[in-house]
């Protein structure tokens, strides 16, 4: 069984930025596409960012320009959050899928597995 583990959460200001990292191990944890969601509060998860086992990029459009996601290697994933927001404050999980990466990147029944989460508050 792979098992996701996120660290770099936490509170920053308006402005600020925070780097969120993800290592996958256990079971057959290469091969993945690596990415990231979060739930905001009063809110359903929401797709944030994706990177292919190839490296293909997928961005939702509230953060391009702003985050960059980027892996290590094969097992490792990373999303640099630049110009946080207070709107950003949420929840972000990391998530992996296997097989073949269709256009579709946003629903999170498409993943296989998932972190436990890390928190990332934005004050104003």
């Known amino acids: 069984q792979v098992v996701l583990v996120e660290s770099g959460g936490g509170l920053v200001q308006s402005g600020g930025s925070l780097r969120l990292s993800c290592a996958a191990s256990?079971?057959?944890?290469?091969?993945?596409?690596m990415g990231w969601f979060r739930q905001r509060p009063g809110k359903d998860r929401e797709f944030v960012s994706l990177?292919?086992?190839?490296?293909?990029l997928h961005y939702e459009d509230f953060v391009k320009g702003r985050f960059i996601i980027s892996r290590d290697n094969a097992t490792a994933v990373h999303l640099q959050m630049n110009s946080l927001e207070p709107e950003d404050t949420a929840v972000y999980y990391c998530?992996?899928?296997?097989?073949?990466?269709?256009?579709?990147?946003?629903?999170?029944?498409?993943?296989?597995?998932w972190g436990q989460g890390t928190q990332v508050t934005v004050s104003s």
């Open positions: 998530a992996a899928r296997r097989g073949t990466l269709g256009p579709i990147v946003h629903r999170s029944w498409d993943y296989d597995y």
């Open positions: 256990g079971g057959t944890s290469t091969g993945l596409h």
């Open positions: 990177i292919s086992r190839l490296g293909r």
